[in-house]
């Protein structure tokens, strides 16, 4: 049973996070370049939100696998997870397809192509995605937040240390207090969440010019904007509880309102990796999905199931070609579904990190990735939605293999 006391701190934080967020777009949009001088306070929160993740991933995966005891068990809960994100991801790309198709939104736009940042085009392929699964050097991926090595590493690591006995119980015991240990300090690092957030969105919003210069932008591509934002509202708001109510019977308005803090977090850092710490604990101790399978999906969610990114690289590449009167074959939008469907799942749980992989989708069926420029100038914007799609859809997706599990694997 969750403590009032805590439940009572919880929600007044939530509302404190929610000021913060309103404070600093408000900031933002009236005192623009002038909030840079709170970068430096949404940096720091942030970073030691990023600092939990590389432990964290390792200690849940670890703790996690091991949780699901037989072998037998672990590849059939495998199997579900890997089928709720697939299934959920193919559902994203569709609608954003459908929408973007339905609204037009780059009919009788003006493309200013700009060069794209060289950066941004250094995208890798399809083949690359699956080389990145294993790395010679477990020190530099942590390094470098590569985050998919870790998950096969602590997968196969935990999966190994059951088969060791008690000798092996003792090295998942010790991963276990590590895990305790980082969600107690998760904790404290909420405290400065709502002023960490207040300083991320205003001088996000101050480095965009403030809000003359953000209407002046949206005015250029605001359909494209309300695409995507209307292609998300309907896969989080129609699609996704639809399967937690169809799978699970929970009450999605209450499962979502024990999330908010993650979803408010998701937002205001754009970044699902950092918002992991808060997702295992929403899930956990306000939805109350066991441990053993929070643990196992979210990491793995936090980077391979990309529901939002997904649905806006395929609505960015029509998109695109509609600005450049490049009608696209039923063919080419099937290339478009799955290139975007396999991108989002190589995108890191970082700021913007769509764009990079948006190359990989553009490259499929031939569209120039200078296209890449015209979405730039409001990305940051809609990549705090997108993220929070993201995270929603792990959250439900943890509800779901945990209900999945519990019928279908322990139940034989």
């Known amino acids: 049973m969750i403590d009032a006391n805590n439940k009572n701190s919880s929600n007044l934080l939530l509302y404190l996070i ?47 696998i091991a949780g699901l005891g037989d072998i037998t068990k672990v590849g059939k809960t495998g199997v579900i997870t890997l089928a ?36 941004l085009k250094q995208a890798s ?19 470098n937040m590569d985050i998919l090595p870790l998950i096969i590493f602590s997968l196969v690591f935990g999966g190994v240390l059951t088969t060791l006995g008690e000798r092996g119980r003792q090295v998942i015991g010790f991963f276990d207090v590590l895990n305790e240990a980082v969600m107690k300090m998760v904790h404290l690092i909420l405290y400065m969440a709502p002023v960490g957030i207040f300083a991320l969105i205003a001088s996000k919003l101050g480095a965009a010019g403030g809000g003359d210069q953000f209407v002046a932008e949206l005015m250029k591509i605001g359909k494209f904007a309300f695409t995507v934002i209307l292609g998300l509202l309907v896969h989080g708001l129609v699609m996704l509880p639809l399967i937690l109510v169809g799978v699970t019977r929970r009450n999605p308005w209450r499962y979502f309102k024990n999330a908010m803090q993650a979803l408010t977090t998701a937002f205001s850092t754009a970044s699902s990796s950092a918002t992991l710490p808060v ?19 979210l990491p793995i969610g936090a980077t391979v199931n990309m529901d939002g990114t997904a649905l806006y690289e395929s609505v960015a590449a029509i998109f695109i070609a509609q ?41 499929s069926v031939g569209l120039p990735t200078e296209g890449i420029g ?38 034989g």
């Open 125 to 143: 392929g399809i083949t690359d995605l699956f080389v990145s699964f294993v790395t010679p050097n477990l020190v530099q991926a942590m390094v």
């Open 279 to 297: 997702t295992i604990e929403c899930a956990e101790q306000y939805n109350r999905v066991s441990r053993r399978a929070s643990l196992f999906v």
């Open 18 to 64: 929610l000021i913060g967020i309103v404070a600093g777009g408000l900031c933002g949009w009236f005192f623009g370049p002038k909030m840079h001088v709170v970068d430096w306070i949404g940096e720091i929160f942030l970073n030691a939100l990023k600092m939990m993740v590389i432990p964290l991933v390792l200690s849940s995966l670890i703790v996690g």
């Open 374 to 411: 015209m979405v730039t100038a409001i990305d940051w914007f809609l990549d705090r939605f997108r993220t929070a799609v993201n995270v929603w859809g792990d959250s439900i997706g943890c509800a779901v293999v945990d209900e999945l599990e519990t019928k279908y694997v322990e139940g």
């Open 84 to 119: 709720y994100f697939l299934t959920t991801t193919a559902i994203s790309v569709v609608i954003g397809l459908v929408v973007v198709n339905l609204m037009q939104p780059g009919e009788g736009v003006e493309m200013t192509v700009e060069a794209a940042d060289e950066s």
């Open 323 to 363: 600005m450049l009167g490049i009608e696209l074959t039923l063919m080419q939008q099937i290339i478009i579904f799955l290139t975007a469907s396999l991108a989002a799942i190589g995108a890191a749980g970082i700021p913007e990190a769509g764009l990079v992989t948006m190359v990989m989708v553009l490259q």
